[in-house]
């Protein structure tokens, strides 16, 4: 069964700053998708960016960014010039064609001003 | 334009209890899921429909029983509610071309038994 791994249960970063989450999986699968999403205290779950594993290029989303290493299976998150409003948990996602996302446990990311 | 509603927002209710949530989505959309959320904030799939077919039953409690009347809806009944059920618990859609446009998961109905 594919698990995904967060080792970090909470991170700080300055405003301004660039910050980076932790993602591991494991998976017999070639073919799978990569997610990471954002839950502020509202509870909405955001799609912050996702990432293709056979596309080479790591994704990028604005402020956000992707190392995609498939080989290692890390799929780590950066934040870059970190802002009050990214305050949130963020969890990494994965999803290879089952129909199903398994989701880390989340990582806590407190911003400061 | 709300695109995954759910309702209610909050349930508070006894032990015991049967109970509803409600999940519409108007993206047109043809696969719709149930996740739970539990007190560590650990997601975990439950059901998954797709053209109203079950096709993701993970182990959950007889308890749950899924239903969805068309497409655009799935609701979730929760019979003889116990403790451990207090949770959030989030309705999700996708179109089958999930990888390109994701999921939409809407904003989650938290149920507290007491």
């Known amino acids: 069964a594919q698990t995904v791994t967060q080792s970090q249960p909470e991170m700080s970063v300055q405003e301004a700053e660039t910050v980076t989450l932790s993602c591991t999986y494991d998976?017999?699968?070639?073919?799978?998708?990569l997610f990471w999403y954002k839950q502020p205290p509202s509870r909405q779950m955001i799609l912050v960016i996702r990432?293709?594993?056979?596309?080479?290029q790591n994704a990028t989303e604005n402020r956000f960014s992707v190392n995609f290493q498939k080989a290692a299976k890390s799929f780590s998150l950066k934040i870059s010039d970190s802002q009050l409003g990214d305050a949130a948990m963020y969890f990494c996602?994965?999803?290879?064609?089952?129909?199903?996302?398994?989701f880390g446990a989340g990582t806590i990311l407190r911003v400061k001003s | 334009d709300t695109a995954v509603s759910q309702t209610p927002k909050y349930l508070v209710t006894q032990m015991g209890n049967d109970k509803s949530i409600k999940c519409e989505q108007n993206?047109?959309?043809?696969?719709m899921y149930w996740y739970k959320q539990d007190s560590k904030k650990f997601l975990k799939i439950m059901f998954s429909?797709?053209?109203?077919?079950?096709?993701i039953n993970e182990t959950v409690p007889n308890r749950f029983s899924p239903k969805s009347p068309d497409k655009a809806h799935l609701n979730l009944h929760i019979n003889s509610l116990e403790l451990g059920d207090s949770a959030v618990y989030f309705c999700?859609?996708?179109?089958?071309?999930?990888?390109?446009?994701?999921?939409?998961f809407g904003s989650g109905t938290r149920l507290t038994v007491v």
């Open positions: 999700a859609s996708s179109l089958l071309d999930r990888w390109n446009y994701g999921y939409t």
């Open positions: 998976t017999s699968e070639s073919d799978y998708y």
């Open positions: 990432q293709e594993a056979y596309k080479q």
């Open positions: 996602a994965y999803e290879g064609g089952g129909n199903k996302l398994v």
């Open positions: 993206l047109g959309h043809d696969t």
């Open positions: 429909y797709n053209n109203k077919e079950l096709i």
